[in-house]
Structure formats: C-alpha cells, structure tokens
C-alpha cells in the first residue's frame, strides 16, 4: 500500500518551514484531507494575515519527491487560483546559438494558475506515481507558453 506524508502549513506560520505534520496515509485520505481544506476560507485568512500562505504539502518517502499545493490570494480573478511546486526534475530542451545548438536544461515541475480541479488532478496524478504524465503536462505548458508570448 502507498503511503504519503502529509504537512499543511496555515497562514497563521509565518516562517516557511513551520508547518502541521500530520502523518502518513494512503492515497484516498489524502485526497479526503484536501477535499476538506476550506480553501476558501484559507484564502481569506491570507488576506487577512497580509500575504501568508496556505500548503498542502505531500511527500513521497518511497521515490523521496515532494509536492506543494498552495493557494494564490492575490490572483487576478475572483475563483481560486492554485500554485504547485515539486521538486520532480525534468529535463527541457532549449536552443542556443540562434537556434543551432539543441541542449538539455535541468528544471523542476511547477505549475502556476491552476484551478481547484486541476490542482487536485496533479495531485492525485502525483499520488498515482504517474511521474511521466506529469513531466509531459509541464512541457505542454512550457509549449503552450512559449506559443502565447510569440
């Protein structure tokens, strides 16, 4: 059975490594736990408390990655707004030398704007052990990027 350490770091701990460890669970009680954040409720509190941030952060002591799903306050829009940072490397091709000379950049996976949904899809994508379908969202977004600003 896959097990997962759970930490959720309030906006009441201001120092960024201060957070709740909550302990080890499976895949559907993990879920359950971020089902049951209150999300919006936590980002008022971080209006409230200028600026400081709600976590959830996940930990995968058998591969030894970790994913942090935090919420965005000051988003542009009126819906929730998500923020993921994991420190999954990936490896992304850029172009050097005007376009001549291909090379691999090491990056980690993150993605920013994300919906309540989409942020629990990456979750349970991560929670899965799914590493490779979440490596080919991040490139699609790089792509998708890219494209918009050209």
Avoid: C
């Avoid at 990456?122 to 080919?136: H, V």
Wanted: aromatic share 10%; no cysteine; glycine share 2%.
């Amino acid at each position: 059975m896959k097990e997962f350490d759970l930490k959720i770091r309030y906006p009441h701990q201001t120092n960024r490594n201060e957070a709740d460890h909550l302990g080890a669970f499976d895949l559907e009680t993990i879920v359950t736990r971020f089902d049951e954040m209150g999300w919006r409720l936590q980002m008022v509190r971080q209006l409230q408390l200028d600026g400081a941030s709600t976590s959830f952060i996940v930990r995968d002591d058998y591969t030894e990655q970790t994913l942090r799903i935090t919420i965005d306050a000051f988003s542009q829009t009126q819906q929730l707004e998500f923020k993921l940072e994991s420190d999954i490397p990936v490896f992304i091709p850029k172009k050097d030398l005007f376009g001549l000379v291909t090379r691999k950049s090491k990056d980690t996976i993150s993605f920013n704007h994300l919906t309540l949904s989409r942020a629990k899809e990456y979750l349970i994508t991560f929670l899965n052990r799914d590493i490779a379908t979440l490596e080919q969202l991040y490139k699609d977004s790089l792509n998708k990027t890219i494209k918009t600003a050209s």
